[in-house]
């Protein structure tokens, strides 16, 4: 059988894709913003390759240099942006197990890149690749596919698991707000050795209607911003101080091969990762608690990382509630995407070499060979 032009072109990245490996590391570095202060001469000098950049050193130090997947200029757009990751996004629908993180301080354009602002061109990660699944499920149709989708939102804080969308029942409508008070989630795995959240919320996105696939998302993402208020006002947290989540949870059929893929998108923006010292934490017993927790995960996900470069055989992805959570899209069967995002001011450079140093780290990950997760029911 012959394959067309695009089929040749998908065959042919995936190939590359697995030679390389199935982990990527882009970095980020934002514009200067008006509160960055007087000073605009950057700590970042990015090379003409795009995968390139120098970070400037202490005083007397030479700069330190670090290569990567990609290096986004800090003039690179949302959709310049999503381009560079639409073939991942893309892979979710092809039974994947997909997860793209932002790592960061708070400040240095996590949540601008997932999540953005507004419905136009300040649009992130979240909204884009919505679309780009609901358009490519609706193009599947014509070779006999049926997809659903599912979409679920959740915090970690201080180790716990959060549902953002317990206000929302499983048809979009609003449940009263008094529902934020109950359920503790937690993870389990299913027959195949899948991990999934028990008792979380999964929101109906419409496939067919296009158009009402994205006002879902829309409710979706106010619930979540509503959730977090909530919350925020009850236990004093702030959301740069937990990891959230989003979920596409994909499922699609082919009526004429009897094919069954599922797939999953997991689109992560976690906790700021600056140092206790800079936060001002230890002043205050809560927010202790809340640095070590994040530390605590943040360098498990470094340990899995590590663990996974070295090919130990012992991965510690039990030792936090993230990694386990994500188990399935950082090993064998998955695909990831780290984003690093960095604040381009001289006073954040010492915050932006520890970022790029934990980068450097993840990027010496290759994952084993990703698998479809195809069952032929037939
Ligand atoms: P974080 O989530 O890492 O704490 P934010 O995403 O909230 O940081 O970004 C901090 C501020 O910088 C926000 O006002 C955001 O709109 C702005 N910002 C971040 N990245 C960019 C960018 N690439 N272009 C324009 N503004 C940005
Ligand atoms: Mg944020």
């Given at each position: 059988?012959?394959?067309?032009?695009?089929?040749?072109?998908?065959?042919?990245?995936?190939?590359?894709?697995?030679?390389?490996?199935?982990?990527?590391v882009?970095?980020?570095?934002?514009?200067?913003?008006?509160?960055?202060?007087?000073?605009?001469?950057s700590?970042?000098?990015i090379?003409?390759?795009?995968?390139?950049?120098?970070?400037?050193?202490?005083?007397?130090?030479?700069?330190?240099?670090?290569?990567?997947?990609?290096?986004?200029?800090?003039?690179?757009?949302?959709?310049?942006?999503?381009?560079?990751?639409?073939?991942?996004?893309?892979?979710?629908?092809?039974?994947?197990?997909?997860c793209?993180?932002?790592?960061?301080?708070?400040?240095?354009?996590?949540?601008?890149?997932?999540?953005?602002?507004?419905?136009?061109?300040?649009?992130?990660?979240?909204?884009?690749?919505?679309?780009?699944?609901?358009?490519?499920?609706a193009?599947?149709?014509?070779?006999?596919?049926?997809?659903?989708?599912?979409?679920?939102?959740?915090e970690?804080?201080?180790?716990?698991?959060?549902?953002?969308?317990?206000?929302m029942?499983?048809?979009?409508?609003?449940?009263?707000?008094d529902?934020?008070?109950?359920?503790?989630?937690?993870?389990?795995?299913?027959?195949?050795?899948?991990?999934?959240?028990?008792?979380?919320?999964?929101?109906?996105?419409?496939?067919?209607?296009r158009?009402?696939?994205?006002?879902?998302?829309?409710?979706?993402?106010?619930?979540?911003?509503?959730?977090?208020?909530?919350?925020?006002?009850?236990?004093?947290?702030?959301?740069?101080?937990?990891?959230?989540?989003?979920?596409?949870?994909?499922?699609?059929?082919?009526?004429?091969?009897?094919?069954?893929?599922?797939?999953?998108?997991?689109?992560?923006?976690?906790?700021?990762s600056?140092?206790?010292?800079?936060?001002?934490?230890?002043?205050?017993?809560?927010?202790?608690?809340?640095?070590?927790?994040?530390?605590?995960?943040?360098?498990?996900?470094?340990?899995?990382?590590?663990?996974?470069?070295?090919?130990?055989?012992?991965?510690?992805?039990?030792?936090?509630?993230?990694?386990?959570?994500?188990?399935?899209?950082?090993?064998?069967?998955?695909?990831?995407?780290?984003?690093?995002?960095?604040?381009?001011?001289?006073e954040?450079?010492?915050?932006?070499l520890?970022?790029l140093?934990?980068?450097?780290?993840?990027?010496?990950?290759?994952?084993?060979?990703?698998?479809?997760?195809?069952?032929?029911s037939?």
């Amino acid at each position: 059988q012959l394959l067309n032009g695009e089929q040749l072109r998908r065959a042919l990245h995936n190939r590359i894709q697995e030679l390389r490996g199935n982990i990527r590391v882009y970095v980020r570095t934002r514009p200067f913003l008006p509160n960055d202060g007087a000073s605009s001469s950057s700590s970042i000098d990015i090379l003409p390759d795009g995968e390139s950049l120098t970070i400037a050193g202490r005083r007397g130090e030479n700069p330190h240099a670090f290569k990567f997947d990609k290096v986004f200029a800090p003039s690179a757009g949302q959709e310049i942006v999503f381009d560079e990751v639409s073939e991942f996004v893309q892979s979710a629908l092809d039974g994947y197990h997909v997860c793209l993180f932002s790592y960061g301080q708070t400040g240095s354009g996590k949540t601008h890149t997932m999540q953005g602002s507004g419905n136009g061109a300040m649009r992130g990660i979240i909204p884009r690749a919505v679309e780009q699944i609901l358009a490519q499920a609706a193009a599947l149709q014509t070779q006999r596919w049926t997809f659903t989708m599912k979409a679920s939102f959740l915090e970690i804080y201080n180790e716990e698991l959060r549902d953002l969308l317990v206000m929302m029942n499983s048809d979009g409508t609003t449940r009263p707000r008094d529902a934020t008070t109950a359920t503790k989630l937690s993870i389990k795995r299913n027959a195949d050795g899948k991990s999934y959240v028990d008792g979380i919320n999964m929101v109906d996105i419409d496939v067919e209607d296009r158009a009402n696939g994205i006002e879902q998302l829309e409710a979706v993402m106010a619930a979540a911003a509503r959730a977090r208020s909530v919350a925020k006002t009850n236990m004093n947290s702030q959301s740069s101080r937990s990891h959230s989540v989003f979920m596409l949870h994909l499922c699609g059929s082919n009526e004429e091969s009897g094919t069954i893929v599922q797939g999953a998108l997991n689109l992560c923006d976690l906790a700021g990762s600056e140092r206790l010292d800079r936060s001002g934490a230890g002043s205050n017993a809560q927010r202790l608690k809340e640095t070590q927790a994040i530390n605590k995960s943040l360098s498990c996900l470094g340990d899995v990382f590590n663990a996974l470069s070295n090919g130990s055989k012992h991965v510690p992805f039990r030792n936090s509630k993230l990694t386990y959570l994500l188990q399935d899209c950082l090993s064998g069967d998955g695909k990831a995407l780290m984003f690093v995002n960095l604040s381009p001011t001289v006073e954040s450079s010492s915050e932006s070499l520890c970022s790029l140093r934990f980068a450097q780290r993840v990027n010496q990950v290759e994952l084993g060979k990703a698998v479809k997760n195809v069952q032929y029911s037939k």
